[in-house]
């Protein structure tokens, strides 16, 4: 089994700056991809970042410029440096992590979800 615990979230005014990290623990002998969603209120849940295992990353339009994902593979963590924070970047952001499972599936565990919240 493997357990995501997320930090860093909070409430800060528009154009401010927030760091998510997302820690995972359990069994786990190797990480591809890792990631953030988000789900803003009456919205549908959206892929904010993901970095893959070589360190490729993709962004949805929306922040990029603003965000950068980045992970430490030794101590199997993600992050999301954001910057320049807009109100319409208030969402609950859950991390996720996708590990090999048998016969050559992936299995997805996902983070508890932090608020972050952009004031105007």
């Known amino acids: 089994q493997v357990q995501l615990v997320e930090s860093g979230g909070g409430l800060v005014q528009a154009g401010g700056s927030l760091r998510l990290s997302c820690a995972a623990s359990?069994?786990?002998?190797?990480?591809?991809?890792m990631g953030w969603y988000r789900r803003a209120p009456g919205k549908q849940r959206e892929l904010v970042a993901r970095?893959?295992?070589?360190?490729?990353?993709n962004y949805v339009d929306s922040v990029k410029g603003r965000f950068t994902i980045s992970r430490d593979n030794a101590k199997n963590a993600v992050y999301l440096q954001m910057n320049s924070l807009k109100p319409e970047d208030t969402a609950v952001y859950y991390c996720?992590?996708?590990?090999?499972?048998?016969?050559?599936?992936?299995?997805?565990?996902w983070g508890q979800g932090t608020q972050v919240t952009v004031s105007s």
């Open positions: 359990g069994s786990i002998f190797s990480i591809n991809a």
């Open positions: 970095i893959t295992s070589g360190g490729n990353t």
């Open positions: 996720y992590v996708d590990v090999p499972g048998i016969s050559n599936t992936q299995l997805r565990y």
